[in-house]
């Protein structure tokens, strides 16, 4: 996801699914005054792997939470989305 154009970077993280469990759901921020194609990332993820990696959803944010070493905080993103698909 991170080579599509306008996108700065990227994360994939799982959050509960009541009929897979756990599902993929992308995350991006886009470069600045850039505006993402979504359908675009769509179809490139569609080219690049198999149906079932496919992230679920794909969520365009500001920026993504760091830790003071600079890794992304996948777990505050994780309880962020946990209940995305809680309604499904």
Do not use: C, W
Request: no cysteine.
């Amino acid at each position: 996801m991170d080579a599509q154009p306008g996108t700065l970077e990227s994360a994939v993280i799982g959050v509960p699914h009541a009929d897979f469990g756990e599902t993929a759901v992308g995350l991006l921020v886009p470069q600045k005054d850039q505006k993402l194609d979504l359908d675009a990332v769509v179809q490139a993820i569609g080219a690049a792997l198999a149906r079932f990696k496919h992230p679920k959803r794909l969520i365009i944010v500001e920026s993504l939470p760091r830790n003071t070493m600079g890794k992304v905080q996948k777990k505050i993103l994780r309880q962020t989305y946990k209940d995305l698909f809680a309604s499904v």
